[in-house]
């Protein structure tokens, strides 16, 4: 999901979490999730570890966890686009049945360069 203006998007009633916005290596942001997100400590950091958690959020409360980006993280291409293919692969799990939902949300200013990465082609 894009939006032009993320201010509103904290309303009280889900799990909201704003990525910090300084992130520059894929360590800082794993630990950044398993801090934020309470992750298992049997966490594998990497990709493959952070889609499973994203998968299985059973220590939550919270039904719906979002996750709010200002900014992408200024990770390099190729890591960038491992973390956006793991977050776009964890949302497409989760089913409308399941207990929890899992939403990402990024500026709309960020929507060519994320579609890019994707390898998403804009609708005409």
């Known amino acids: 999901m894009f939006a032009a203006d993320l201010t509103g998007r904290i309303n ?71 973390y956006l293919a793991t977050l776009r692969d964890a949302v497409r799990w989760w089913d409308d049945d399941d207990p929890h939902q899992l939403e990402v949300v990024f500026p709309e200013s960020e929507r060519e360069r994320v579609n890019r990465l994707l390898g998403v082609t804009p609708r005409p």
Do not use: N
């Open 12 to 82: 009280g009633a889900s799990f909201h979490w704003r990525l910090p916005p300084d992130i520059v290596h894929a360590g800082e942001l794993f630990s950044a999730f398993a801090k934020a997100l309470w992750l298992p400590r049997d966490f594998q950091s990497g990709w493959e570890g952070l889609f499973a958690c994203l998968c299985d959020f059973g220590w939550m409360t919270d039904r719906k966890i979002v996750l709010v980006h200002e900014r992408l993280p200024k990770l390099s291409d190729v890591e960038l686009k491992a």
